[in-house]
């Protein structure tokens, strides 16, 4: 029997956000993970992948990882080295397939939290807020979460609404203007991988990552979630994928550390 590759939880992440991104399709990504994940989409599966970042660059190939969605590597190659009005417009335009976005907190709908913890007028932490997120859940066709889950992020109701999931179930995005057919995918944690129910908009749980059972999913929520009738174990990486991701991508370790 062949031995079991080793792997790291961001290389897993990595790995697994990158497969749901689609050839020939757009994604609007950001610093971290997102822009790792959408590189090897690139090098592997998706190589028309179409990248866009918030700073103007607009369908890029990077030599190797940029250190923010403003650095000169995102305009590499690019179709056009554009502004950030280019960009969100394009956005609003419904022209971005995938958005890729991080969480403080998260609540069954996919609404999503990045300003503070806490009340608004005695909230204990302020946090970097939305940024382009609003824009890039609001309007991208389907919308990536990569997260951390515990109970503290996992929560009920999000102590402040930064970008909008599905709000408060079904018809309430389009009863608030946002364009139909459009909201949250996926949302990928160190346990498992999310998706919403289509009918009731809420998350339900589709795969479980390797080593982790149900049991620990449920531990790490404040909620309850559906789970799918046909519970799957994550795919893990491939020697060939983490290769990419440190001869290629990531090479002095910038996010996934040496």
């Given amino acids: 029997m062949a031995k079991e590759m080793k792997y790291t939880e961001p290389e897993l992440l990595a790995c697994t956000a990158s497969r749901i991104l ?54 590499h190659r690019a179709v056009a080295a554009s502004s950030m ?36 007028e005695e909230h204990k932490t302020r946090l970097p807020g939305s940024g382009g997120a609003n824009d890039v859940g609001s309007f991208s066709q389907r919308t990536i979460i990569i997260m951390r889950q515990d109970k503290r992020k996992f929560v009920e109701k999000v102590d402040f609404l930064t970008t909008p999931g599905y709000l408060s179930g079904p018809g309430a995005r389009e009863k608030a203007g946002l364009p139909k057919n459009t909201g949250p995918y996926r949302v990928i944690t160190q346990l498992g991988v999310y998706g919403f129910n289509p009918d009731t908009k809420r998350m339900y749980l589709i795969s479980l990552h390797r080593g982790v059972n149900l049991e620990d999913a449920k ?30 991508i990531d090479p002095v370790g910038i996010v996934l550390r040496k």
Avoid: C, W
Avoid at 224 to 239: I, M, N, R
């Fill in 22 to 75: 689609e050839n020939k399709k757009s994604v609007f990504v950001g610093t971290g993970l997102p822009m790792i994940a959408a590189m090897l989409a690139q090098k592997t599966h998706a190589p028309e992948l179409f990248i866009i970042f918030e700073a103007g660059g607009l369908g890029p190939q990077m030599p190797v990882l940029p250190i923010s969605v403003g650095d000169s590597r995102t305009f």
């Fill in 85 to 120: 009005h280019d960009v969100m417009s394009a956005s609003q335009s419904g022209y971005v397939d995938f958005g890729f976005l991080g969480a403080a907190q998260l609540d069954p709908y996919g609404n999503i939290n990045t300003t503070m913890i806490g009340p608004y």
């Fill in 219 to 248: 531990a790490n929520s404040s909620f309850a979630f559906e789970v799918s009738d046909k519970l799957e174990v994550t795919e893990p990486p491939t020697e060939k994928e983490v290769r990419i991701l440190h001869e290629e």
